[in-house]
Every structure is written in C-alpha cells, then in structure tokens.
C-alpha cells in the first residue's frame, strides 16, 4: 500500500473530528478537599526541605491550619446554601456537593484536627536519649529491634511522615461520601486506604505486632478493593455509565434513550445484584460489619493509638456516607433486594459484636468489638429508608467520632515500663489512683453505652426511632438487646476501675501535652451537649439529611 493511499485512510478515518470539552471545575465548591490535599503535598515537601530538628512543629502547623480551613470552607459552603438549595454536581458529574456531603466533610475535618493532636503528643513516653518521643517509629523502613533503629531512636529521630499521610487519608474521605460516579468512589477509596494500612505499621512499641496489624489490614482490604472494582465492573456493564443518576435511572426503568447495547444488558438483573451486592461488601468492610470484621480487633490492637482512634471515628464517617448515598441514590429501585440483607447483617453485626466483646481482656480489643456492635446500630438507621433514616445515621456519626476519639486518647495516657497498659487488669483501681482519667473514660463508656444524658443515647435513639417508624421494629428489639448486652462489658471497666483494690505494680497515668487534653476535653464536652441537648444538631442532620440526584 503506497504511503498516499495510507495517508488518506488516516485523514478519512480522523476527518469528524470530535471537540474534546474543557473540563469545567468548580473549585469553590471542592475548596475544602484541595485545601487538605494541597496541604498533604506541601507536607510531602517539607519533609524533603526543611531540616529535620524543624519538620514536627511546621508539620503540626501545616496540618492544623489545613484542616481547620477546610472546614472554615465547608461552614461557608453550608452558609451559602450548598446544603440545601443549591446543592448540585461539581467536577463534571464527579461529586456531589450537597447536605448530607458538607456535614459528613465536617465531621471528618473535626476528627482529623482531634487526630492531628493525639498524632503530636510527645509526653507521654519517658525521654529518650535526651529527645521527646511520640507515638511513631523513630524511623519506619528500619526493622525492630536492628542496630539501625537503635541509632535512630539514639539520634532522635521522628517520623514526622504520619502527617502528611493522615491529610491524605482525610483528602481521600473528604471525596468518598461525596463522590457522585462509582469510579471517583474506587479512587477515593484507595486514596485514604493506603495512608492508614502504612499508618497501622509505624508503631515506635510492640512493633512486630503493628506490622503484623498492618499487612492484615492490607491483605483484607486488598480483597475488599476487589471486590468493589468487580462490583463497578458489573453495574457498569448493566447501566452502561458509572455515573449515579444513570444507574439509578436504569434500576428505575426511567432511562430516557436506549441504544441497543443498553437494550441488551438492561433486562440482565443478575449483572445488577451481584454489582450491587459487591460494591456494597466493599463498604461494609470499611465500616466493620460482620462478616467482614475479621480485620477490626487485630488492626485496633496493632496500630498504635493515635491511629486506631482516628482510623474507628473518620474511617466509619466515610464509609457510612458512602453507602447511605450508594444505597439511597444510585439503588433506590431495588430497595426490595438489599433491605432484608442488610437487616440480616445488621442483626449479625449488633449481636456479633456485642457478645464477643464481653470475652475481651484488651481495652483496644474491646473497644474494636464495640465499634463493631455500633456499626449495626448504624445500619438500624440506614435500614430505614426515610429522610429521619439519613439524618439520624449523620447525627450518629458526627456523636459517635468524638467520642471514640476521646476514648482512644484515654487509653494512650495509662502506661506501664512497656508503653500503654491496654490488658484490662492493669486497669484495676484506675478510679483511685488518678480519679479524673478515670472518670473521664466512664463518660466516654456510659456514652458507648447508651446511657440518658449522653450524646450515645441521643443517637441511638434518633436511629432505633427513624428504623421502627421506616418499618424495621424487629431491629430495634434486637438493637435494644445489643445495647443492654453491650451495657454490660462497658460497665464492667467502670466496676474495675473504682471498685477494685490498685495493685502496686500497676501502671501510672502519664500527664498529658496541652494538644491531648484538648482532643480529651472536646470529646467529653461534645459527648454531654449532644446528650443533655441535642434538639440543634438533630435539626441541623436533619436539614443536612437530602441528597442532591
């Protein structure tokens, strides 16, 4: 074939030239995820230029005032009407900026600040070598025990990296319970995966333990990632569109033109049920429903604390967000289908965790299968299917971060020759020797519990109502069962910790920097105003409880 008769089959072939359309981006309407991932970036930098005895004070600055202008932008967001009248799709369809997805950012943003700080604390380990220590490895790709760790621990060394990783884990879940396409959803969701499975593996104690916390966090939601992918694999194969409002459309039968390919695979429910069922899994283990909790007690135990308890408040907020959307917006029309599963596996998961956590003799361990048990009690309000469903699952949410945050702080402060002291015996007569600490966790506890005057009743409540009115009141006898077996291992702490005998080889309290009692003191302070008075804040989820489509 002459090089002419080429050259004219390639200028017929591009002769309809398709104009590719400038991508139209509203960046104040995702000034609040630019501002963390900016930040995130900009740390990354700092760890390459500025000299190391500097970098843990300009990543602290650089990380709090990320966050909190973020959520400055997320306030004036929700201010100017983006919450209600004019949410809409930003980023070409890629995310939705409306109600429910301002105040699940918010929550987030409020959780990272209280992580940043209990990330910071440097106190709470005697001094080393004449150097404060935090947390963290002194220095990550060393392996424990070796001469290399032992220098850097010498030199005193930190690793100021977590910062830097812990925006990009809230950049990623700032974008998840917004993303409005199923493949900005995936990216979402790796992008704050990532950052917490290399998280989970930098503690400076018991590091074997965290590696090994960290590869099955990996392995698992290695699975889970998968397992999601498949799932957008399929629905995108039925819809023919990744985007929410198509599928959703499709589902409905209201999709207004239909092509033949369309035609073809519209009519195949089963590309649609095991889609569907497959992204879903992808979310329930991210918020630790059973059966797909296997990672939860070893990766709370594992991580080092700072990380579990931001990991258990923000990880659920995302994931939540995530699936209320999914379920609410994108699968609508099989409301049919998916509500007697997730009934099933609310009931597993409230049950599952409320009963294995009484056997528990670790605090983290516990509090893991706690968290367990609340992820069911979420799903109670999920289950509902109304408008007071999606507010009271928010009001949840934002009640139960600060209070885990709160609680994980607690735990970081009791410590012995080894580091924390998390096996519940040293626990024993804690009230007596330092009353405060003590009766600060019984707040948090009694919160866990469900208890009148706490924003876990407040919460609880909220949920197990929009469930009974939205039709669902088997779930909440069973939740109310969960809660009085759940009332039992929490109270049980409380009993051992101001009515046992102190041992004398107990572990002490260590006495906090400023930046930890703070994450403390929000914690109780929004644990009690959200349980004496929550009317505000439930009208405020509810306000916020209307996705845009």
């Known amino acids: 074939m002459s090089a002419t008769a080429v050259h004219s089959l390639w200028t017929t072939a591009a002769d309809p030239i398709q104009k ?42 650089v990380s709090v005032v990320a966050l909190a202008a973020a959520f400055a932008a997320v306030v004036g967001l929700a201010a100017s009407g983006y919450s209600s009248t004019k949410a809409g799709i930003a980023a070409m369809g890629a995310i939705a900026v409306d109600g429910p997805a301002l105040f699940l950012q918010g929550t987030i943003l409020l959780a990272g600040v209280l992580g940043v700080f209990t990330f910071a ?61 199923l493949l900005t959803l995936f990216i979402a969701l790796e992008v704050f995966s990532l950052p917490l499975y290399l998280l989970c593996a930098v503690a400076r104690r018991k590091r074997i333990m965290s590696q090994e916390a960290a590869v099955k966090y990996f392995l698992l939601g290695a699975f889970a990632s998968a397992f999601t992918l498949f799932g957008i694999a399929l629905l995108y194969g039925y819809a023919g569109s990744v985007s929410y409002a198509t599928i959703a459309q499709v589902v409905d039968g209201t999709v207004e033109t239909v092509n033949p390919a369309l035609a073809g695979t519209m009519g195949n429910d089963a590309l649609l049920l095991i889609g569907a069922a497959m992204v879903v899994m992808g979310l329930l283990f991210k918020v630790g429903a059973v059966p797909f909790h296997m990672w939860t007690p070893d990766v709370y135990q594992g991580a080092p604390t700072p990380v579990t308890g931001f990991m258990a408040a923000a990880t659920k907020v995302a994931a939540f967000g995530a699936l209320l959307r999914l379920l609410y917006v994108v699968l609508p029309g099989l409301r049919w289908d998916w509500r007697p599963v997730m009934m099933g596996v609310a009931v597993v998961t409230m049950l599952g965790g409320a009963i294995v956590a009484i056997t528990q003799t670790d605090i983290k361990r516990l509090l893991a299968y706690s968290s367990i048990a609340h992820a069911g009690f979420i799903l109670a309000g999920v289950i509902a299917t109304t408008p007071d469903g999606v507010s009271s699952v928010l009001f949840y949410l934002g009640a139960y971060s600060f209070v885990t945050i709160g609680a994980f702080a607690v735990v970081t402060l009791v410590r012995d020759a ?124 509810g306000q916020a409880g209307v996705f845009v489509r």
């Not at 590719?20 to 390459?48: F, H, K, M, R, W």
């Not at 929000?522 to 009317?535: D, I």
């Open 418 to 541: 080894g580091g924390e002291a998390t096996h519940l015996s040293k626990w024993a007569g804690l009230g007596r020797r330092s009353p405060l600490v003590a009766a600060v966790f019984a707040v948090f506890l009694l919160a866990f519990a469900g208890i009148p005057l706490t924003s876990g009743f407040s919460g609880k409540f909220a949920v197990f109502k929009a469930a009974a009115e939205g039709g669902a009141g088997a779930l909440v006898v069973v939740g109310v069962i969960s809660s009085a077996i759940a009332a039992f291992f929490y109270i049980r702490v409380i009993v051992l910790m101001f009515f046992s005998e102190p041992r004398p080889e107990g572990p002490t309290v260590a006495v906090p920097s400023p930046l930890t009692m703070t994450a403390i003191a929000v914690g109780v302070a929004v644990t009690l105003v959200l349980g004496v008075a929550p009317q505000y804040f439930l009208d405020l989820a």
């Open 121 to 181: 604390e440097r106190r709470l380990d005697p001094v080393a070598h004449g150097n404060r220590v935090d947390s963290f490895a002194a220095q990550a790709a060393s392996v424990p025990g070796s001469d290399s760790e032992k220098a850097a621990v010498k030199a005193g060394f930190a690793t100021t990296e977590v910062f830097p990783l812990l925006l990009f884990a809230i950049g990623g879940m700032l974008v998840f319970p917004a993303a409005n396409d």
């Open 20 to 61: 590719i359309d400038t991508p139209n981006i509203e960046y104040g309407q995702l000034s609040p995820t630019l501002i963390v991932i900016g930040a995130a970036v900009l740390g990354i930098l700092v760890e390459a230029f500025v000299p190391r005895k500097s970098r843990y004070h300009v990543q602290l600055f």
